[in-house]
């Protein structure tokens, strides 16, 4: 079993920063895969990015590439989401999921989830 927390949300002005962070705890942190997932009000859960065990390997939704950056940092059971060059259509709540697996992109894949934090970006 494993319990996430996020936190690192609020509201920021387009093209400014946040970062993301999710604490994890209940099982061996490092044997699960990480991702990050995005929902807007209306909308279906979105895929922004997912970190493999080690950290070694990485998938970032085309829509953020260049703007958002996940780490791991094992030994102290968390998992972070940089975002950069904020844009009013980055605006959701953000989900932390673990799976046990190396890596994952899609919902089905992951076992556990955290209860989300919202982000919201001002035009």
């Known amino acids: 079993q494993v319990q996430l927390v996020e936190s690192g949300g609020g509201l920021v002005q387009a093209g400014g920063s946040l970062r993301l962070s999710c604490a994890a705890s209940g099982r061996t942190f490092s044997s699960y895969a990480m991702g990050w997932f995005r929902q807007a009000p209306g909308k279906e859960r979105e895929f922004v990015a997912a970190?493999?065990?080690?950290?070694?390997?990485?998938y970032i939704v085309d829509s953020v590439q260049g703007r958002f950056i996940i780490s791991r940092d094992n030994a102290k059971n968390t998992v972070h989401l940089q975002m950069n060059s904020l844009k009013p259509e980055d605006t959701a709540v953000y989900y932390c999921?673990?799976?046990?697996?190396?890596?994952?992109?899609?919902?089905?894949?992951?076992?556990?989830w955290g209860q989300g934090t919202q982000v919201t970006v001002s035009s």
């Open positions: 999921c673990a799976a046990n697996r190396f890596i994952a992109t899609t919902p089905s894949d992951y076992d556990y």
């Open positions: 970190i493999s065990w080690s950290g070694g390997s990485t």
